[in-house]
């Protein structure tokens, strides 16, 4: 049906094909960047980029979380702070990224790593926070160090909550991504679709537009996948 509407919108709009190209020159010219490598390329460099500022989040996020969510002292000094900087929109942040970090993958991963970055905080400390303290008394009684603690009560309590947020945060990392590739980089599917709108190839822009697309449903796919394979963690964890 998308494809239909395009087909018309193309052929009867009265833009030309150089400004809104039909489907059929924008996948001949998406099947020629594929064969010449350009487009694995770009897509190399972006899915590079979305995969090491995404596992920084998660790997400062999620602990962060857990101890704001346990620990007062921490949440009534450092909570105000992640509200007053969450809201900013992490492409406010594309021209300090830039002069602290310089022209490359740097500050395209600063982005990408803000951007996931508070989602996990504050769901994980949200998550930890609404954990049933009777759980807590119990692994009072048996002497549950807080490793045990951690393994045993609050990683399986919080892990629905957290897969959750890791699904919302990767959408929005894949979001970032293009829009910081067109400022800090020389490639990527966000340069790829800025470069081509200089040289006038739209159907260039409308195909990285398409991969974009595709990559972002795969990713989304692949992230409900693992929401469904939580027993199996919540097993293993909780052994």
Known sequence: MILFFWLLLSRFS????????????????????????????????SLYRVTIGFYLAILLGIPMGIILGRINIAKSFLNPVLHFLRPISPLAWIPLAMLWFGIGDKPAIFLIFLSSFFPLVVSTTVAVANIDPVFFHVAANFNFNRYEQLKKIIIPAILPEVVTALRISIGIAWLVVVAAEMIAVKSGLGYLILDSRNALRMDYVMGAMIVIGIIGLFLDVLMKRLSKIEPVFWGSIGS
């Not at 001949?28 to 064969?35: A, F, M, T, V, Y």
Request: glycine share 12%.
């Open 14 to 45: 009265g833009w030309s094909k150089s400004v809104f190209p039909g489907p059929l020159q924008v996948f001949e010219s998406l099947w020629g960047l594929i064969l010449n490598g350009v487009m694995v390329k770009h897509v190399v460099a």
